[in-house]
């Protein structure tokens, strides 16, 4: 991996200043590819630091039913893999700054081959990558796949992980690390901000990387309650259903508004 990729600069420079990392997910081509684009680009206006683009996976097991059903749109649009590249290669004639991860499963990676994913995702303008079913046990390749082609490997631990699966990650990964805040699916259950709390030191004696906290997170107050413990907030759920809840139009500007409130409440107090 470069010492210089997109992802190891931003959190150096958030680290610098003594901010957390403000991380919106949305899935690619909802609800409809044309409007991707504009999407991201009013997630950076809104003050992202790094976005996690979702690719449509026909099951996806670790998402609620909001991101199911963006998922159903856009796969009803003929989103694939490839057009989800193609969306990043378009982002990047206008923001060659803002880190993109790519959020999604193995499926439709392994019926691309890895090696050639790696190296078009590369080519597209990709900074990481995070494959929900790669599990750190059985993603040695992966992980060199990507790091050969400059691109950040990126998993997930959750409250049940094990020592020795949070040393496993400690190995393979790096940009930073997503811990899932609560047990289930994306979108799911009520937010502990001490539970999380609780499981850092165990979490920082073994990762030297930044650890973004997911899941659960829906407004201001919350996000600024993760960020006390945390080096990111990654927030989607909430921005999904934002989305589908304001219809093509409207749901750019209404993404930046609510993002720039998430951002606002990030910075107002140093964390570092």
Same mark, same amino acid.
């Given at each position: 991996m470069s010492p210089t990729s997109r992802l190891q600069a931003t959190f150096g420079a958030l680290? =610098? *200043?003594?901010?957390?990392a403000l991380i919106p997910y949305i899935t =690619?081509? #909802?609800p409809h590819p044309r409007h991707t684009l504009g999407l991201m680009q009013a997630l950076v206006a809104g003050g992202a630091d790094v976005i996690e683009l979702g @690719?449509? &996976?026909? #099951?996806p097991m670790a998402d609620g039913p909001v991101i199911q059903r963006a998922a159903e749109r856009a796969l009803m649009h003929g989103v694939r893999l490839l057009d989800v590249l193609e969306m990043v290669r378009q982002f990047r004639l206008t923001d060659r700054r803002t880190p993109v991860?790519?959020?999604g499963y193995a499926n439709p990676i392994e019926r691309l081959g890895l090696q050639s994913f790696a190296a078009q995702a590369r080519e597209a303008g990709v900074d990481g990558v995070l494959v929900v079913d790669y599990p750190p046990e059985e993603a040695q390749g992966f992980s060199q796949a990507l790091k050969a082609e400059g691109l950040d490997p990126i998993f997930l631990l959750a409250p049940t992980s094990s020592d020795e699966r949070i040393a496993r990650v400690g190995e393979l990964a790096s940009g930073y690390v997503y811990y899932v805040s609560l047990r289930g699916v994306t979108g799911a259950g009520h937010l502990d901000v001490a539970a999380v709390a609780e499981q850092f030191p165990r979490l920082r004696a073994q990762l030297a990387l930044p650890i973004g906290v997911g899941f659960g997170i829906r407004d201001a107050a919350s996000a600024r309650a993760v960020a006390? @413990? =945390?080096d990111a907030v990654v927030i989607g759920s909430a921005l999904v259903q934002l989305v589908e809840r304001e219809g093509p139009d409207n749901a750019p500007l209404a993404l930046q508004r609510f993002l720039a409130e998430i951002r606002s409440a990030l910075d107002q107090k *140093? &964390? =570092?």
């Open positions: 680290k =610098a *200043e003594g901010r957390k =690619a081509g #909802d @690719v449509p &996976f026909s #099951d991860v790519l959020m006390s @413990v =945390a *140093e &964390f =570092a």
